[in-house]
């Protein structure tokens, strides 16, 4: 694969021509805001709308993970418009979650909050009004809870979930009631999944958490 040179937030690097944007950043040390990217994933779904950056040459920001690296790139991951998007998109998400670190099972290894530290804002955001879901926790599975609340629809359990021959995750709905779900809705312990978890490791927000004393 041939070798190319750019520059990421003023940060000379070599990748492989063609290599994601987004892992080429993240693989050098250099943090760029996500929640739905897989590295193993062919084709980005780019849903989260949070890894927005500044290239040298185009007219708009673009994200990162469907952005191929090619020679000479030159990367701006904190251009005032792209920040602008990334903030709107993030405060947007922040709207409907539950901010409840303190008893979040994911507290200190959550992805909002290291977005947010990232960002310099914080996780209860003033700037649009707070519409929460309110939905049942589904804690029927023998080894694990999920939360719908804390759910970001990234969509990272149902692709690990879609990797195997018993897929058990899906979306259900659309819009604001769009959610993570059994086919036909059928509470987790009635389904086939059992001794992967997969989609527990993947989650980054703690909706989907171990119950205690179990994990791998």
Excluded at 46 to 52: D, G, I, T, V
Excluded at 140 to 159: A, I, M, Q, T
Aim: positive net charge; hydrophobic residues 35%.
């Amino acid at each position: 694969m041939k070798k190319v040179s750019l520059t990421i937030d003023g940060k000379k690097i070599t990748a492989s021509e063609g290599d994601n944007l987004l892992w080429t950043a993240l693989d050098n040390g250099i943090y760029i805001p996500n929640l739905c990217a897989i590295r193993e994933k062919a084709e980005p779904s780019a849903s989260c709308r949070l890894c927005f950056v500044e290239v040298e040459g185009y007219d708009r920001p673009v994200t990162a993970c469907t952005e191929p690296v090619r020679e000479g790139m030159v990367v701006n991951t904190r251009g005032k418009e792209a920040l602008r998007l990334v903030y709107t998109g993030f405060e947007l998400i922040m709207a409907s979650h539950p901010v409840d670190c303190a008893h979040c099972l994911a507290n200190g290894n959550c992805e909002l909050q290291k977005i947010a530290s990232h960002l310099k804002i914080k996780l209860k955001t003033q700037r649009f009004s707070k519409i929460l879901r309110e939905l049942p926790v589904d804690d029927s599975h023998p080894e694990f809870v999920y939360d719908p609340n804390k759910c970001v629809l990234c969509g990272r359990c149902v692709w690990v979930c879609r990797q195997k021959e018993k897929a058990g995750l899906g979306f259900a709905h659309r819009g604001f009631d769009r959610v993570v779900a059994a086919f036909r809705d059928k509470p987790l312990g009635e389904t086939e999944c059992r001794d992967c978890a997969d989609c527990v490791s993947v989650c980054p927000t703690g909706a989907l958490s171990f119950k205690e004393g179990k994990g791998k």
